[in-house]
C-alpha cells in the first residue's frame, strides 16, 4: 500500500461525520453527472484552529462571505442554463452538489466526500482508471492555498479541477497538479498588470503589505523580483496581522497594526500595494481611518480588489484611492435575477432520502446577498464569469466525451481521466469570449484595473485600464478621479527626477533614493549607459554644465581679419618694403665707403635672409599645416640666425681691426688670409642647421590642438608645442650671439665715427636681447591663442630691428649726406683718431 492510499484510508474516516438533513437547495441539484462545487460560504482565516481535535468544522459559525455565495449562485445558474438548452448535452440532465470550505479550514472533508461512491465509501485499489467518484469533475475552491490541498487529493484520481480565482504560480505545475486548470490568469500577469500600473504613473517609492500566508508571502516576493530593475524601490513591507476568526482584535493585533499605520504616515511613499484575503484588511482598515490616514494610493490585489463588504465601510473613501486588480467584467444576461430568486416551494428538493454532507447550511447567505444585491448587480459579473465559464468547459467536455448529436447523448459511464483530456481539448466561444486552456492549464482572460466609486449611481469598481495577457501590456488607460488636490496625480518618489544633465549620487540602500549633481564644464550624462556618472567629452569636444552632450570646440588661431593681426602684417610689409629698399641701395652704392664699412658683401648675405624672413611672416597666419609648422620651425630660424652671427662677425672684425690689429698682426693676416668672416658664419650657421634638424627629428611639426586655459570651449591650435623646450637650444645660440655682439660693440665705442656701428648694433642686440628673454618667460607660463600673435610680433619687431636699426642710418646717410660717403673723409676721420690715441 502506498503512502497516498494510506492517508486516504486514515481521512475516509472523516466521511462518517453525521450530517444533518439539507436546509437549502442551493447546494445540490440531481443528475446524470454531478459537478462538485467547493466555494468559500463564510470565512475563516485561522485554518489551523482545528487541528487539535476530530471534527469537521462548522462553517456557518464564522463571518458570512457575500462573494463566495454569488460564486455558488453563478454555478447553479450554469447548470440550469446548459440543462435548459437543447444544443449542448441534450437529454442529459447535469447535476451539482456543493460544500462550503470556509476558505481554508474546511478542505479535506469535501474532497473525500466527492472522491467517495454514493454509499460514503472510498475503495483502496492498485488501478483507479475504472473507478467512478461522486462527481465528473471539481470546480474550485477559491484560494491557493485550498486548492493546493484539494488537488493534492483529486491528481491522484486525475479527476478534473476547475478553480475560478486562484492565482498562483505554482498550480501551473503539471507535474504535480495534472488535473488542475483554471479559469482566471496567473499570479505572474496580475504582478505584471500592478508593475505596469506603477510605471505608468511614475510611482518609484511605494509600500508593500501582505498577509501572513502563501498568498501574501509569495506575491509579494514576486512583486519584489518583478521591480528589480524597473527603478521602482519598496521603502518598506510588512506582514498583517492574522484575525481571529470572530475577528475580535487582540492586543498584540491591535499594537501590530498601529504600528504599521504609524509607518505608514511616517513614510514619503503614497503608494500601498496590498496582497491580502479581504478577511484580513478589515481591522487593518479600521485601524487606518481612525488615525485619519489620508492621501494614499491604495493599490488591491484581486483578493479584495471587488470585495463588496471593504467596500461598504464608506469611510475609506477619505483615506485616498483605491485602484485594484481583477478579471474582466463579462455580463452574464439574467445572472441578476437568478441570484435573487427564491425557491418556489417552502422545502427544499428530494435528495431521495438522503441527508446532506457537513456545511451545506447558510442561513444567513440569501438575506445578506439582498442587502448586498445592488452593489453586486453594479460591480458586474467578473469573477462570476470565472465560474460560469468553467462550468461551460465541463460541459463541452462531457458533450465531445459522450458523443452527443443534436438529439441525445449515450449517457455512458464517465471515467474522471477521459474528461480530463476532454477539458484540455475544448475550445468555443461564450458570451463573445474563447474558452481555452493553455499549455499550462490556464485561461488567458483579459484584466482590469477598477476604481472604487462610492456614488451608488454608478459601478462601485469602475473599469480605468485594461491588460491583456498574451501582449502582456496594460492599456486603454482612462481617467482616475484622485483623491487629491485639483485631482492631481499623487507623486510617490523617494527623490525626484534629476534635471538633465544631473548625475543621481546614492544616498542609502535604495537606487530610488539619490541626490542630484550637475555635470561639470567638459562632461556630460549618458543616461542610457550610466546615470551615477558623468562621462568626459572627447579632447576636440566640450560641453556646458548640465550637458547631456558634447559639442566640437571652436578652434582659434591667427585670422587675418583680426586687428592685431592687421598691424603686425603692416609693420612686416613695412620691414620687407624697407629691407628691399636697403637692398637696392647698397647694390646701388656698394663700392662706397659707406658700404664696405657696414660689411661689403657681408650685408648682402644679412639682407637676404631678413627679405625671407619678412617672406615667411605669412605662415604664421590662419589654421597651421605641417608645411607651415616646418617653415616657422626651420626658415626663419636659420635665416635670423645669419643675420645675427654676421652681425656679431661685423662687430668683432671692427673691434679687432682697430684694436687687435697691432698687437696681434699674425693672428690679423690668418683671418685675412682665411676668410675669417665667411668661415665663422658658416659655422655658426651649420650649428644652427644642426640643431633645428636636431628638433626635427624629435618632434613632429604637425600642428596639434590643445584647450584654451582661459576658455575651454576654444581649441587652440598651433604648432607642437613640445617644440618649445627644443626652441630654447636653438634661441639660446642667437641670445649668446647677441650677447657677444654686444660686447664687442660696447669695446668699439670710441671708434672714428663712420666706423663705429657699436651703437646701432647695440641698440639691436639689447632689443632682441630683451624682447627674446620676455617671449620666453611669457610662452612659459601662458599657452593661449596670444603666444603666437605675440611671438609673430617679437618676430617682426627684431626684424625691423635689424633692417632699420642697422641699415637704417647708413641709408640715411648714403642718400643725405653723400659728402661723408667719400674716401677722403673716412681717411680724415681715421687719422683724427689715430691722433687722438697718441
Not at 29 to 52: E, M, Q, R
Request: with cysteine; aromatic share 12%.
Amino acid at each position: 500500500m502506498g503512502p497516498w492510499a494510506r492517508m486516504v484510508c486514515s481521512l475516509s474516516l472523516l466521511l462518517q461525520v453525521p450530517a444533518g438533513p439539507a436546509e437549502s437547495s442551493d447546494f445540490y441539484l440531481a443528475g446524470d453527472y454531478l459537478l462538485g462545487g467547493l466555494f468559500t460560504l463564510h470565512a475563516n482565516v485561522k485554518g489551523t484552529v482545528h487541528l487539535n481535535y476530530l471534527q469537521v468544522p462548522k462553517c456557518k459559525e464564522y463571518e458570512m462571505k457575500v462573494l463566495g455565495y454569488n460564486l455558488m449562485q453563478a454555478m447553479r445558474f450554469a447548470v440550469e442554463e446548459i440543462n435548459n438548452h437543447s444544443s449542448l448535452l441534450p437529454g442529459v440532465q447535469l447535476g451539482y452538489e456543493m460544500v462550503d470550505v470556509c476558505y481554508i479550514s474546511n478542505n479535506v472533508q469535501p474532497v473525500l466526500y466527492f472522491l467517495a461512491r454514493e454509499d460514503y465509501f472510498l475503495p483502496i485499489k492498485e488501478d483507479y482508471s475504472q473507478y467512478v467518484p461522486r462527481v465528473v469533475a471539481v470546480i474550485g475552491p477559491d484560494n491557493s492555498e485550498s486548492v493546493v490541498t484539494v488537488a493534492n487529493f483529486l491528481s491522484l484520481f486525475l479527476l478534473p479541477q476547475i478553480t475560478y480565482s486562484a492565482i498562483s504560480d505554482q498550480l501551473r505545475d503539471k507535474d504535480r497538479f495534472p488535473a488542475l486548470l483554471r479559469t482566471m490568469p496567473s499570479a505572474d500577469h496580475h504582478v505584471e498588470a500592478i508593475a505596469q500600473l506603477l510605471l505608468h504613473f511614475r510611482w518609484n517609492w511605494i509600500v508593500v503589505l501582505v498577509s501572513s500566508d502563501d498568498y501574501g508571502r509569495d506575491n509579494g516576493q514576486r512583486l519584489s523580483e518583478r521591480l528589480t530593475g524597473r527603478d521602482i524601490c519598496i521603502a518598506f513591507q510588512e506582514s498583517l496581522p492574522t484575525p481571529q476568526p470572530n475577528q475580535v482584535m487582540t492586543t498584540e493585533e491591535h499594537r501590530r497594526l498601529r504600528a504599521i499605520v504609524d509607518k505608514l504616515q511616517q513614510t514619503s511613499a503614497r503608494v500601498v500595494v496590498v496582497f491580502s484575503p479581504d478577511l484580513a484588511l478589515h481591522n487593518f482598515f479600521h485601524e487606518v481611518v481612525r488615525w485619519n490616514f489620508t492621501g494614499a494610493v491604495w493599490i488591491a490585489s484581486e483578493s479584495w480588489a471587488i470585495d463588496p463588504v471593504l467596500h461598504n465601510l464608506t469611510e475609506l473613501r477619505h483615506t485616498g484611492t483605491f485602484l485594484g486588480v481583477t478579471i474582466q467584467n463579462v455580463p452574464i444576461p439574467g445572472f441578476s435575477e437568478f441570484r435573487m430568486r427564491r425557491w418556489q416551494a417552502g422545502s427544499p428538493p428530494s435528495r431521495n432520502g438522503r441527508g446532506a454532507t457537513c456545511n451545506q447550511e447558510c442561513d444567513k447567505c440569501f438575506n445578506t446577498t439582498e442587502t448586498f444585491n445592488e452593489v453586486l448587480t453594479l460591480s458586474g459579473e467578473r469573477i462570476v464569469y470565472s465560474v460560469y465559464s468553467a462550468v461551460y468547459a465541463v460541459a463541452h467536455a462531457l458533450h465531445s466525451l459522450l458523443g452527443c448529436g443534436e438529439t441525445g447523448c449515450t449517457k455512458e459511464v464517465v471515467y474522471p481521466w477521459q474528461l480530463l483530456k476532454e477539458i484540455w481539448k475544448v475550445n468555443f466561444t461564450l458570451l463573445g469570449h474563447q474558452i481555452a486552456f493553455d499549455k499550462d492549464g490556464d485561461m488567458p482572460m483579459p484584466l482590469e484595473v477598477v476604481q472604487w466609486q462610492w456614488d451608488l449611481s454608478q459601478s462601485p469598481f469602475q473599469s480605468v485600464a485594461s491588460y491583456y495577457p498574451l501582449q502582456r501590456q496594460l492599456t486603454n488607460i482612462g481617467h482616475i478621479s484622485w483623491h487629491t488636490p485639483n485631482n492631481m496625480v499623487p507623486v510617490s518618489m523617494c527623490s525626484k527626477h534629476c534635471q538633465p544633465g544631473q548625475r543621481k549620487k546614492p544616498v542609502g540602500i535604495h537606487p530610488c533614493c539619490f541626490e542630484c549633481i550637475d555635470c561639470l564644464p567638459g562632461t556630460f550624462l549618458n543616461q542610457t549607459a550610466d546615470e551615477y556618472d558623468c562621462q568626459p567629452c572627447p579632447s576636440n569636444k566640450w560641453s556646458h554644465r548640465n550637458g547631456t552632450s558634447c559639442f566640437k570646440r571652436r578652434l582659434a588661431f591667427l585670422e587675418w581679419h583680426e586687428a592685431p593681426t592687421i598691424i603686425v602684417a603692416m609693420l612686416a610689409a613695412l620691414g620687407f618694403l624697407s629691407t628691399l629698399a636697403i637692398l637696392a641701395i647698397f647694390w646701388r652704392h656698394l663700392q662706397t665707403p659707406m658700404v664696405r664699412s657696414a660689411g661689403g658683401p657681408m650685408c648682402f648675405l644679412m639682407l637676404a635672409p631678413l627679405l625671407v624672413s619678412y617672406m615667411v611672416v605669412p605662415v604664421y597666419i590662419g589654421p597651421p599645416t605641417a608645411a607651415t609648422c616646418l617653415c616657422r620651425q626651420t626658415l626663419f630660424p636659420i635665416c635670423f640666425t645669419v643675420c645675427i652671427s654676421c652681425i656679431t662677425v661685423r662687430s668683432f672684425q671692427i673691434v679687432y681691426v682697430f684694436k687687435m690689429a697691432s698687437h696681434l698682426p699674425r693672428a690679423y693676416g690668418y683671418w685675412v688670409r682665411y676668410h675669417g668672416p665667411c668661415v665663422s658664419v658658416a659655422f655658426i650657421t651649420s650649428l644652427k642647421v644642426a640643431i633645428v634638424v636636431g628638433n626635427l627629428l624629435t618632434t613632429s611639426p604637425s600642428p596639434t590642438t590643445r584647450a584654451d586655459p582661459d576658455d575651454p570651449q576654444i581649441m587652440i591650435l598651433s604648432c607642437n608645442p613640445s617644440f618649445r623646450g627644443l626652441l630654447m637650444i636653438s634661441t639660446g645660440l642667437d641670445l649668446a650671439l647677441s650677447v657677444v655682439g654686444f660686447s664687442f660693440a660696447y669695446m668699439g665705442k670710441e671708434l672714428p665715427t663712420n666706423y663705429n656701428e657699436a651703437k646701432f648694433i647695440t641698440l639691436s642686440m639689447t632689443f632682441y636681447f630683451t624682447s627674446s628673454v620676455s617671449l620666453c618667460t611669457f610662452m612659459s607660463v601662458y599657452s593661449g591663442v596670444l603666444v603666437t600673435i605675440m611671438d609673430l610680433l617679437v618676430t617682426v619687431l627684431n626684424l625691423l630691428a635689424i633692417s632699420l636699426g642697422y641699415f637704417g642710418p647708413k641709408c640715411y646717410m648714403i642718400l643725405f649726406y653723400p659728402e661723408r660717403n667719400t674716401q677722403a673723409y673716412f681717411n680724415s676721420m681715421i687719422q683724427g683718431y689715430t691722433m687722438r690715441k697718441d
